[in-house]
């Protein structure tokens, strides 16, 4: 079992930076890729950049590449995500989700191998 809860959502300029936590609670977090996901009113869950246990092997999505990094201090069990030169398409509901697989090499990227979620931060970019 793990409890996730995001924080760091708000409202910001485009171009502006915002960093996201995802504090977790649970002794078998270390062993567990971590995914970001954003959704949009009205759309499906999408994932934005993942890390594996280590922290070794990320994933991102084209939108978010060079503007995004993921990263994770497993000694505070905590998993982060730098958000810079931000757009208005990045507005979303951001969710930190734990996929269960102990020990992954990669990052899967469906919304349907991840077992938990936390509750969401809201990121709303301006125009």
């Known amino acids: 079992q793990v409890a996730l809860v995001e924080f760091g959502g708000g409202l910001v300029q485009t171009g502006g930076s915002l960093r996201l936590s995802c504090a977790a609670s649970?002794?078998?977090?270390?062993?567990?890729?971590i995914g970001w996901f954003r959704q949009a009113p009205g759309k499906g869950r999408e994932m934005i950049a993942g890390v594996t246990a280590s922290g070794r092997n990320t994933h991102y999505a084209d939108s978010v590449k060079g503007r995004f990094t993921i990263s994770r201090d497993n000694a505070r069990e905590m998993v982060y995500l730098e958000m810079n030169s931000l757009k208005p398409e990045d507005t979303g509901v951001y969710y930190c989700?734990?996929?269960?697989?102990?020990?992954?090499?990669?990052?899967?990227?469906?919304?349907?191998?991840?077992?938990?979620w936390g509750q969401g931060t809201q990121v709303t970019v301006s125009s």
């Open positions: 649970g002794d078998t977090f270390t062993t567990y890729t």
């Open positions: 989700a734990a996929n269960n697989a102990r020990y992954l090499l990669g990052v899967p990227t469906s919304p349907s191998r991840y077992n938990y």
